[in-house]
């Protein structure tokens, strides 16, 4: 997808808000939320995106994860490998992560001291693998495959926030009216 296909995307995002789904993002969450999905799914074609949407709707009484987003797209042609299975520090800190909304307290770590963001919170966010793709994984403790993750430090992280300021920006002009809800919303 490219930034053409926002509002498509939110409209198939706020689609699924709004459909009754239990465990739907909190409100002060939604525009964070929508940017996780849009950055996981961005390596996709849009008509992939819609297409895996489709398949979800059916059957869902609970807010999907990213992963499941991510795992009905349609195999064909999209070059996903063979899963492999998380090993326990990888399963424990996905489960974390997951707790706290892929955000962490901000770190003090030589990294984040350089970088000169000790004061924002840390983010977790999907590995890439050499073609950019995400990496669906195995958790032994979830029915359906996640995205493999980390946890951003310094410089990386600060690039993590230039990008979603970007990100909102291109929502601000994308769609009359968006300005005043995300002010209303943070
Ligand atoms: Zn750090």
């Known amino acids: 997808m490219t930034s053409h296909d926002l509002p498509a995307f939110r409209e198939l995002f706020d689609?699924?808000?709004?459909?009754?789904?239990?465990?739907?993002?909190?409100?002060?969450?939604?525009?964070?939320?929508?940017?996780?999905?849009?950055?996981?799914?961005?390596?996709?074609?849009?008509?992939?995106?819609?297409?895996?949407?489709?398949?979800?709707?059916?059957?869902?009484?609970?807010?999907?994860?990213?992963?499941?987003?991510?795992?009905?797209l349609p195999k064909h042609g999209l070059g996903m490998g063979e899963m492999g299975?998380?090993?326990?520090?990888?399963?424990?800190?996905?489960?974390?992560?997951?707790?706290?909304?892929?955000?962490?307290?901000p770190c003090g770590c030589a990294d984040c001291i350089l970088a000169n963001v000790t004061y924002l919170p840390t983010r977790y966010v999907p590995c890439l693998d050499a073609n950019g793709d995400t990496i669906p994984m195995r958790h032994p403790n979830k029915p359906l495959p996640v995205l493999r993750g980390e946890w951003l430090h310094g410089f990386p992280l600060k690039r993590w926030y230039s990008a979603r300021a970007e990100f909102y920006q291109k929502l601000e002009t994308l769609k009359p009216g968006m300005k005043r809800e995300l002010e209303t919303t943070r």
């Open 15 to 72: 689609n699924l808000r709004f459909s009754g789904l239990s465990f739907t993002p909190p409100k002060d969450r939604t525009d964070q939320a929508l940017a996780t999905y849009f950055q996981a799914l961005e390596p996709y074609p849009f008509h992939a995106v819609k297409q895996a949407y489709d398949t979800l709707q059916h059957g869902l009484t609970k807010w999907p994860a990213v992963s499941q987003w991510v795992q009905a």
């Open 85 to 105: 299975m998380m090993d326990w520090r990888q399963a424990k800190e996905w489960t974390e992560a997951e707790r706290l909304f892929y955000e962490g307290d």
